[in-house]
């Protein structure tokens, strides 16, 4: 009975000894930006986007605004305005206004020196997703689930120093860095090689990405100027519109496309 007994014991111990471990950094982080997306409903920001061409080498930088709005019955929207670019091999800067919109589903290009709009369905009529998901159109994930990610990569914290254009100089910012491997066999894995991410721990709002595809080029996002709102601002609100625009536009209007297996 005493032999029994202090194995009894032991194995409490034991057990409230895993009750109490520490949680990761890594998973208190994704649980944390999981809850920040639980409250939010709609932000602005300012936006630098850097695309770099691994085999040609040199690439371009656009810069702009964003607007993010949240909606609990149907696809959040998103809409990203390019005012000018930036080409980083000859470092010539002109404006150059395009618009990139998704709402619904369906992802809009708006070009307004060109006059052009093209406008695609790439989500099933019916279904839900999210523009900003790892692995999206635009990614700086907001609110994924911890189990979603973790399934779906491997996930480690960056060590400072961070990345200089992605993460913007600021002495006042506490940051958090995490960096995602897709898992071999996963559908994220045919197109990235990695994905980093950095978020202020003041509002768990994305700040900085860097991904990597498998061909090595590399996207790099930045924001700045983060703002939350309840209700978006007016001006915000007209820049998520993707109706077609009136007369003396080329209009390109792609609905979805059931493809079957051979």
């Known amino acids: 009975m005493t032999i029994l ?7 409490v111990i034991l057990l409230g000894n895993q009750s109490e471990q520490p949680i990761s950094p890594v998973h208190e982080a994704l649980d944390s930006i999981e809850r920040a997306g639980e409250d939010l409903h709609a932000f602005t920001a300012d936006v630098a986007y850097r695309k770099d061409d691994a085999l040609l080498g040199g690439g371009e ?145 994305p700040i900085g990405v860097i991904a990597t595809e498998v061909n090595g080029d590399q996207r790099r996002i930045r924001l700045t100027k983060a703002k939350l709102h309840d209700v978006l601002p007016e001006a915000s609100e007209s820049l998520l519109s993707i109706e077609v625009p009136s007369d003396g536009w080329s209009v390109d209007v792609q609905p979805w496309v059931e493809t079957q297996d051979p």
């Open 61 to 205: 930088l656009r810069t702009g605004s964003m607007v993010y709005d949240t909606n609990p019955e149907a696809s959040p929207r998103l809409a990203v305005n390019f005012d000018y670019r930036i080409d980083l091999g000859s470092n010539e800067r002109r404006a150059e206004h395009k618009q990139l919109i998704f709402d619904g589903g369906w992802l809009v290009e708006r070009d307004e020196a060109a006059r052009q709009f093209i406008k695609r369905q790439i989500v099933r009529p019916g279904d839900m997703a999210d523009p900003m998901r790892l692995g999206g159109p635009f990614p700086l994930p907001i609110g994924q689930k911890r189990e979603d990610v973790l399934r779906t990569f491997t996930v480690t914290k960056l060590d400072p120093p961070p990345d200089h254009f992605a993460v913007p100089k600021s002495e006042a910012l506490k940051l958090i860095g995490l960096h995602l491997v897709p898992r071999e066999g996963s559908e994220e894995s045919e197109d990235w090689a990695s994905i980093d991410l950095w978020y202020d721990l003041a509002t768990w709002l």
């Open 5 to 11: 007994l202090m194995l009894c014991t032991a194995a």
